[in-house]
């Protein structure tokens, strides 16, 4: 299903290969436990990185986005269809943006067996199938679980293109990714796209709620063995463990990377002619620190490309959410992004010293992906020293976070005539009580008509201000709301740029 992964258009363009092809005389099952994939990585980090050429046909590899869609696979071949077992694994062709090879075994019995491709499982539309003894392999997969009702069974997550993959919630439609890793993300010298090259797919057991898989992670720069532990649900939840094996230093690595598109909202809608008051998979970086701050940042896109830091020592969680639930807020009922998932993440150990790097990307589309969200430990990687990781994800509505704390809700702006000055417009959740003190600051320019006053509409509390950056190029703000000097809601933060 190329929606699982057509919103990241541009990030795509650094893939790299995969393994070659299993000779089809070799392809039994062959003994599997859980040190196989971690064997397996460090013996290759161990070596020099080798680009696997595995070319396709010429009509699969110059095929457009329609006609990758036309490729379907047959779900009567699903693997496991037909039996009593919860979940069904559907194999993606190449072709498209999905050209490299990756290989997928089914775990079974302490043995892993190779998954063979065969084009005759494909329906290729008006695209000329290959020959039935070409061994082409797959692109990816996607999962498939009675999510929202018992009689049938729904696509929950997809595994496609690089590390990419996607998940979804009951009743949810597919929107921000995640990935295994992000190496050098809005680097001078380039990104590296580490990808997926290998899986193996344990046999669920009758009657199960959840699915193991294990993955093999393959970059210039390293390895990495990946297990997940999928469970769909009103949440669908992830957890992962991981082992990175690093060939060489590197500076500045991404784990447990988040990529979203924010196109245009209320706070930032850069001129947009739009009949939609708003286009987005994410509105806003969420982030619980170490020491118990939530941050609340909304998303924008920018004129030029920005990159924030939050730095942490053993944050709490963070995630790219999609905190507007109402569809009158965005008036599309082909996108439906008021369905769209938000992504938490939520580390098992403790994660040291770095910051939460929040990067936007400049896009006129919302075709394009144009927000990560990732944690950067404080050193990166070093050549030989493995970096083991733990953490969950959540993919649902569900809010994560600190819920004692008041939640920002919205948050508008608007030029206020040609001598600068910008008003902002804050919205909370609903609040009773005596109004708390606000603090507001601002590290250039000037603040003036600072009002906290209740909204009679939603229950919340509005605040007011406004701002005049004077000759400043940049201007970060933050907003607090506060009881006796304690804060009572999270910490709103904006970045204002010309």
């Given at each position: 299903m190329l929606a699982a992964a057509a919103g990241a258009t541009f990030l795509f363009a650094g893939m790299r290969g995969s393994p070659q092809a299993l000779p089809r005389e070799a392809r039994g099952a062959t003994p599997f436990d859980g040190t196989t994939v971690p064997d397996l990585a460090r013996n290759l980090a161990a070596r020099p990185h080798r680009r696997r050429s595995n070319p396709l046909p010429r009509a699969l590899a110059r095929l457009d986005y329609d006609g990758y869609q036309r490729i379907r696979f047959d779900p009567a071949k699903a693997l496991w269809a037909g039996t009593d077992l919860p979940f069904q694994m559907q194999p993606h062709h190449r072709g498209f943006l999905f050209q490299d090879r990756v290989d997928l075994f089914e775990v079974s019995d302490s043995s892993a067996t190779p998954i063979a491709y065969r084009s005759e499982d494909f329906y290729f539309g008006n695209v000329t199938p290959p020959p039935s003894e070409d061994d082409l392999g797959f692109a990816g997969f996607r999962l498939l679980f009675p999510l929202n009702r018992p009689d049938h069974f729904d696509e929950v997550c997809v595994f496609l293109g690089a590390s990419y993959f996607r998940a979804v919630g009951r009743g949810q439609v597919y929107g921000i990714?995640?990935?295994?890793?992000?190496?050098?993300?809005?680097?001078?010298?380039?990104?590296?796209?580490?990808?997926?090259?290998?899986?193996?797919?344990?046999?669920?057991?009758?009657g199960a709620s959840s699915i193991r898989l294990h993955a093999l992670l393959e970059s210039e720069s390293l390895t990495g063995a990946y297990r997940f532990d999928i469970t769909p649900g009103e949440s669908t939840r992830m957890e992962v463990e991981a082992t990175l094996f690093p060939r060489r230093d590197t500076a500045r690595i991404g784990v447990a990377p988040a990529t979203s598109m924010f196109f245009f909202a209320p706070q930032d809608r850069n001129d947009v002619e739009d009949f939609r008051p708003a286009v987005h998979d994410s509105d806003g970086l969420l982030m619980?620190?170490?020491?118990?701050?939530?941050?609340?940042?909304?998303?924008?896109?920018?004129?030029?490309?920005?990159?924030?830091?939050?730095?942490?020592?053993?944050?709490?969680?963070?995630?790219?959410?999609?905190?507007?639930?109402?569809?009158?807020?965005?008036?599309?009922?082909?996108?439906?992004?008021?369905?769209r998932p938000s992504l938490w993440i939520e580390p098992v150990d403790p994660w040291g010293e770095g910051e939460v790097h929040l990067v936007e990307i400049p896009t006129r589309s919302e075709i394009h992906d144009n927000?990560?969200?990732?944690?950067?430990?404080?050193?990166?990687?070093?050549?030989?020293?493995?970096?083991?990781?733990?953490?969950?994800?959540?993919?649902?509505?569900?809010?994560?976070?600190?819920?004692?704390l008041l939640r920002f809700t919205g948050t508008r702006s608007?030029?206020?005539?040609?001598?600068?000055?910008?008003?902002?417009?804050?919205?909370?959740?609903?609040?009773?009580?005596?109004?708390?003190?606000?603090?507001?600051?601002?590290?250039?320019?000037?603040?003036?008509?600072?009002?906290?006053?209740?909204?009679?509409?939603?229950?919340?509390?509005?605040?007011?201000?406004?701002?005049?950056?004077?000759?400043?190029?940049?201007?970060?703000?933050?907003?607090?709301?506060?009881?006796?000097?304690?804060?009572?809601?999270?910490?709103?933060v904006w970045r204002w740029t010309p």
């Open positions: 990714s995640a990935r295994g890793l992000a190496v050098g993300t809005a680097e001078a010298a380039g990104e590296e796209f580490p990808a997926f090259t290998s899986f193996w797919i344990e046999r669920p057991v009758t619980l620190t170490g020491g118990g701050e939530q941050i609340w940042r909304p998303l924008a896109n920018p004129r030029n490309l920005e990159t924030s830091g939050f730095q942490d020592r053993a944050p709490r969680g963070f995630g790219l959410l999609q905190r507007e639930r109402s569809f009158v807020n965005y008036q599309d009922l082909e996108a439906a992004y008021h369905r927000t990560v969200a990732a944690w950067s430990p404080r050193g990166g990687l070093r050549a030989g020293v493995t970096m083991p990781l733990r953490y969950l994800l959540h993919w649902g509505e569900r809010e994560h976070g600190d819920g004692r608007a030029r206020m005539g040609a001598d600068g000055w910008r008003l902002f417009v804050l919205d909370t959740a609903s609040f009773t009580g005596t109004l708390p003190e606000v603090s507001l600051t601002a590290t250039s320019g000037q603040l003036r008509h600072i009002v906290l006053r209740p909204n009679s509409e939603t229950g919340g509390l509005r605040l007011t201000f406004e701002m005049e950056p004077g000759r400043a190029r940049l201007v970060e703000l933050q907003a607090r709301l506060l009881r006796g000097g304690m804060p009572i809601s999270e910490s709103w």
